[in-house]
């Protein structure tokens, strides 16, 4: 206790007795009194995240390539014919979606042009012929020149090639298919005037023989060959067993110029129901195998810039960032080549939530 003595308003002195604590008035004029003490308590306050977890995994790991594709017919079981020459369309035989077996008719055209072309092709051999018996006879009595002789010669040859031409035209007068199957396009109008310039006006093609092409970037298609096995799905989300499985026939030797793309061709060998020329389908090419490969779910891959991370949880239950080199994925696991073991646990749902010492417990389901 402090005496204090002061003069009362009737003049005379009076005592007080005031009662400070020490101890409080310390504590209030110490400098940064409370702020720095309340920090440290923060700081020793361990964060705990509701997490998921998994072990790193060691095994076998299917590595696969994934690309969009169409269906569309083998090469070999698919024709598109046209007019070959200026004519006018007299009759049609089917109907898209008809099928029809080889060496059906398909378009028939009007023959007038096709017979006057062979008959002008046949009178300019007879010509051409009796020009050249005509040159080799004077040469050899010596009239002409020798060289007349093989000029004369040279002539019939074309002569005798456009008969050949004309009369494989007059053939063509009446379009026929040249495989069995369905027809897949028909523009051909009764009554209306064709040329070559319209390009094919009916198409025919096999439906038991189908084939899918897929378009891939030049990485991707880097260690794609002939004869692996392509699981096909109708749709990106390749869930469920597969519509179609098949294997590949061919690898495009180069980039196309307009999708920047490789053009890589699989021959369907079997389909849960009939596929549709022009689908559009999704594959998967097993292009190998990697024997002891580390894999984690994706969902513990956290992107970090350029490069990803995964939460490493000791033994304590703390997780701690640790940077990874992501090697092959699948649809479920990614492989880590670097900064991981297998039998590590990380976090899986919930990683991005997680900052480094972070108490991790599980997360409700």
């Not at 700081?43 to 998921?52: D, E, K, L, W």
Request: neutral net charge.
């Amino acid at each position: 206790m402090r005496r204090v003595t002061f003069l009362s308003p009737f003049g005379g002195p009076q005592l007080a007795l005031v009662a400070v604590s020490q101890l409080a008035l310390v504590v209030a004029c110490a400098p940064g009194a409370g702020g720095d003490e309340e920090s440290e308590v923060r700081s020793n306050v361990q964060a705990v995240v509701g997490a998921r977890t998994a072990i790193a995994a060691v095994g076998p790991l299917a590595i696969s390539v994934g690309a969009l594709g169409s269906v569309v017919p083998r090469p070999d079981h698919y024709a598109a014919l046209g007019a070959l020459a200026a004519t006018r369309v007299t009759r049609v035989f089917v109907t898209a979606g008809q099928a029809v077996g080889r060496g059906d008719s398909l378009i028939q055209f009007d023959r007038g042009p096709f017979d006057a072309a062979l008959k002008s092709a046949a009178a300019a051999v007879t010509v051409a012929q009796n020009a050249r018996d005509r040159a080799v006879r004077l040469a050899g009595e010596g009239i002409v020149p020798r060289k007349d002789v093989d000029q004369a010669g040279a002539d019939l040859a074309q002569a005798e090639a456009a008969l050949v031409a004309a009369q494989r035209n007059e053939e063509l007068a009446t379009l026929i298919a040249p495989v069995p199957g369905v027809v897949t396009r028909m523009t051909a109008v009764l009554g209306e005037a064709v040329d070559p310039s319209l390009g094919p006006l009916v198409a025919v093609a096999d439906p038991s023989a189908l084939d899918v092409v897929f378009n891939l970037s030049p990485s991707d298609a880097g260690p794609v060959r002939a004869g692996m096995q392509v699981a096909i799905w109708s749709s990106a989300g390749a869930v469920g067993a597969p519509l179609a499985t098949g294997a590949v026939d061919a690898v495009g030797a180069a980039v196309d110029s307009a999708t920047r793309a490789v053009a890589v061709r699989a021959r369907i060998a079997s389909s849960l129901r009939p596929l549709k020329i022009g689908e559009a389908v999704y594959g998967r090419i097993a292009v190998g195998v990697h024997p002891r490969a580390v894999t984690v779910p994706l969902e513990a891959l956290v992107p970090e810039g350029e490069t990803f991370k995964v939460f490493v949880v000791d033994s304590a239950r703390r997780a701690f960032g640790r940077t990874v080199t992501v090697g092959a994925r699948t649809d479920a696991v990614a492989e880590i080549t670097a900064g991981l073991v297998g039998g590590e646990t990380v976090v899986t749902y919930g990683a991005y939530g997680v900052s480094d010492s972070a108490k991790i417990v599980p997360a409700k389901p």
